[in-house]
């Protein structure tokens, strides 16, 4: 074999035995030697001649769901408790209805576990769920627990 015919073989890889020639980087390198899969559908494609070379994107952090422990009529006031995901919360979101759908009443911010709200004069049943909000993305309501006054 002349040196040529070595040089493609060995740059496109066995051909007859299908085993894939390696990546080439933008930069002329190649990963040839390293101990990784070749599976271009499961590597994170960086751009090396970019700032962030060396880092992919995540995507934001999902919330989990807080799950609403209790809600109790304290004359025109609801006491209103949940326990927070394991994730965290950046702002706790209250959602209630009386009538009709939810709708959010007020967004807490910090690591609250309770609250009260006040219903004014009303009487009636109302039913609340609560939210988690962790940077900038909201969890799915949580399960719903109501009390009548």
């Not at 326990?83 to 690591?111: E, F």
């Amino acid at each position: 074999m002349n040196f040529s015919r070595i040089f493609f073989a060995a740059l496109l890889g066995c051909l007859s035995c299908g085993t894939p020639p390696p990546p080439v980087h933008e930069h002329g390198g190649s990963d040839a030697g390293l101990e990784q899969p070749y599976d271009a559908g499961l590597l994170p494609v960086v751009d090396a001649g970019s700032a962030d070379a060396g880092t992919t994107d995540a995507g934001p952090v999902l919330p989990g769901v807080p799950v609403l422990v209790s809600v109790s009529s304290n004359g025109h006031e609801m006491a209103i408790s949940w326990q927070l995901p394991a994730s965290g919360c950046g702002a706790v979101g209250l959602w209630m209805k009386s009538t009709g759908g939810y709708s959010k009443v007020t967004s807490l911010s910090g690591v609250t576990s309770s609250t009260t709200w006040s219903t004014g004069h009303g009487s009636g049943t109302f039913c609340f769920q609560v939210s988690c909000t962790l940077g900038g993305v909201e969890s799915a309501a949580s399960n719903e627990k109501c009390a009548t006054q």
